[in-house]
């Protein structure tokens, strides 16, 4: 397939490149070659003109609850641990019904769809028929993820928490099941320290070694969180390190949202395993967790990812999330952190092709790369003439899902 | 006219009172009476059901610029003094073209009716005709607002400034055509104090005492603002002083927009002249102005209102602009400052009836207010069943202009 197109593209998280009227050689939905030199249309080969429109990567986000998308602009009156204890702990007990789950997950599987948030590291619930029901509907939906039952055996209400072999043989059930999915894989998902026995982690670093998997977890979004975690483990220097003793730090690529108050050997830590911190700064605000000092992380060599974190955030749009990002740097700059602030590039970077690495060759348009891409329609009110990088820039911080026009995931229309 | 329907709407700062399929009587486009008892239809009356709806008055939006809106998104890197020299003037001056200013104006106009922005304090440009044109479009489109032409003789392109006698005979002939008019009034606007010589600050003093017009500016926005402001008038003790010495301070109703690095006499000024400081959350983060501690000016008996400020916010939805405050002060919280924070009633009191009080008897459906309302069509994914006060919060948090099924103003569909 041959497309003819505006491609805006990262190639580091320095650069946007635009590729105005350019062309873009598909084979076998990657990326073969693009450039704005004129190609031409191969005998057996498809042509598109996408015309005046936006091509871009589609979005990934790293951290995100199908179950509490239901949920998304309530109880924000509270912090972290009441807003799991009032609020999101009884509504996730519901997801043991599968027609609840169905119509739940469906709802979000179409809002990921919608806002062009094409990848996605998910959480389930504990149950497991709901998690493999969640695995289903997203791959029908043509999305890519990885999906994890979030594991809870202590300090939970007791219809959310599964004794810990019970639980880990479902989840290996569930790896087994799904060992040969491409587009929806399981992840191991510890819900975060203070949820799981000794037990549970050690067995489920055990699942993430035996089979290879990539883990995702919480680490330092509360103040009072923190302090619940030293007092759990008063044997353990760190918060991270209680994840690292079980072989859940950095064997496998793992992700630890928020990270906001850590400590010095946290940050050593993160860097030295490669494990990525990912910053959900709607969230943040929402429950008043605090700002995640994320370029000062950035300069110290820490990879870092970035996502909305539904539903304490109120939106799965990532634009939305890039552009909080942008603001929550620039507040901390305005209250006299150092350095330079987050920019658009950096932002747009770790919406698709950083956040995207996790899925593999994703989130540009470099030859090698999946064309899982988003055609962009802004139609702009008539009296203006702005280059296709100033278009990029007003899409992201006014658009909508409206100037979606159109989904590829390999270079085919979902 | 008799209604019925859950109408929400604010008592007090504290309290968002909730009707359920109330009765709702108007008359000449006002409440009459409202109530959960029963009233039957008059012979001579109107009846209509809002079914499940929610029915809320209209949002008002207490700054923001007009000229700006096509701008909004771009120019995201730059603090303020920055952003007006390279982005915001250069644009500005092409009002001087009624054909560009028609297009953008009426861009601007359905804007704001989409997101249900019923009534508004809006900056023009420099530009009499332009400022005409634009008090036409909104005028037409139903909407309530004040609108000011934007005075400048100094610090600013050529092409922007205006020799203060004539500036000043401008707005007066504006003043006196548009003296009949009750929707769209004009309100005098010196930009900001570096723009405005003492002559044109003078001679503004005199206009808003003489044609007893409210009076809309910026106040300490921005910390190099500020600092040029007192190497401008080294003769004033604050920047505040600087309105008050020539009658543009608390005379006449007086809105100030921004107020984060206020001197302590400054805000006993505030307090004393009852002066409404303006809260632009969206635009402080955006610029990297700040935060301002609404919460401590509101514990302090200062007058707060909330606006976009777009352009350099880049969205005019005043739920994101509500969203956007309680988020700045959970940060505040976060970073040490005292007391309680913002919560969901005060955002959608100062949304609604704390700004509609700049209107007179608007923003909420207390007998004797003006029916200006917004019907919200709520769909939700199916599986909840949220109480009323729920499902506003989830309205103004996830929500977008997709959900305002109609707009009322005086009673009228519009």
Redesign the interface.
């Known amino acids: 397939m041959l497309y003819k197109g505006n491609f805006l593209y990262s190639v580091s998280p320095e650069k946007v490149a635009v590729a105005e009227g350019a062309y873009l050689r598909l084979t076998n939905g990657k990326v073969v070659e693009i450039s704005e030199k004129k190609m031409t249309q191969a005998s057996d080969e498809g042509f598109y003109d996408f015309g005046d429109r936006l091509v871009i990567p589609a979005f990934t986000d790293l951290h995100v609850h199908a179950s509490q998308?239901?949920q998304?602009?309530?109880g924000?009156?509270f912090e972290l641990l009441d807003w799991l204890r009032r609020l999101t702990f009884p509504r996730e007990a519901r997801f043991s019904d599968l027609d609840?789950a169905e119509?739940?997950y469906t709802?979000f599987a179409e809002a990921l769809h919608r806002q062009g948030t094409l990848h996605a590291c998910v959480y389930a619930t504990i149950h497991p028929e709901a998690t493999r029901l969640l695995m289903k509907i997203l791959g029908k939906k043509g999305l890519k993820a990885y999906v994890g039952k979030v594991e809870m055996d202590q300090n939970a209400p007791k219809e959310l928490t599964v004794p810990a072999q019970e639980a880990l043989a479902a989840t290996e059930s569930i790896i087994q099941d799904f060992a040969a999915e491409k587009m929806v894989r399981p992840i191991i998902t510890p819900r975060f320290v203070p949820t799981c026995s000794d037990e549970l982690l050690a067995g489920l670093g055990e699942l993430a070694k035996r089979y290879q998997l990539p883990v995702q977890s919480h680490l330092s979004e509360n103040l009072e969180e923190v302090k619940w975690v030293q007092e759990l483990h008063p044997e353990s220097k760190s918060y991270a390190e209680v994840y690292q003793r079980f072989g859940l730090w950095g064997t496998t690529p793992t992700l630890m949202a928020h990270c906001i108050y850590l400590q010095p050997d946290e940050v050593k830590m993160l860097k030295e395993s490669r494990v990525i911190a990912v910053h959900c700064p709607?969230s943040n605000?929402?429950?008043?967790?605090?700002?995640m000092p994320a370029q000062r992380m950035l300069d110290g060599g820490i990879s870092l990812g970035l996502a909305s974190d539904v539903g304490a955030c109120?939106?799965l749009s990532m634009p939305q999330t890039m552009?909080r990002a942008?603001?929550?740097s620039?507040?901390l700059?305005?209250?006299g952190e150092q350095g330079k602030?987050l920019?658009?590039a950096q932002a747009f970077y770790w919406a698709t092709m950083g956040n995207g690495s996790f899925f593999g060759k994703v989130g540009t348009f470099l030859p090698g790369y999946a064309f899982d891409a988003l055609v962009i329609e802004d139609e702009?009110?008539?009296?203006?003439e702005?280059d296709l990088l100033?278009r990029l820039?007003?899409?992201?911080?006014?658009g909508?899902d409206r100037n979606i026009a159109a989904r590829f995931v390999d270079g085919r229309r979902i």
Chains 1, 2 share one sequence.
């Open positions: 998308y239901g998304a602009g309530l924000m009156d609840f119509i739940a709802a709607d605000c929402n429950l008043a967790s605090g700002i109120h939106s552009v942008i603001q929550m620039k507040l700059r305005s209250k602030q920019d658009f702009l009110p008539g009296c203006h702005f100033q820039q007003r899409y992201i911080y006014t909508d």
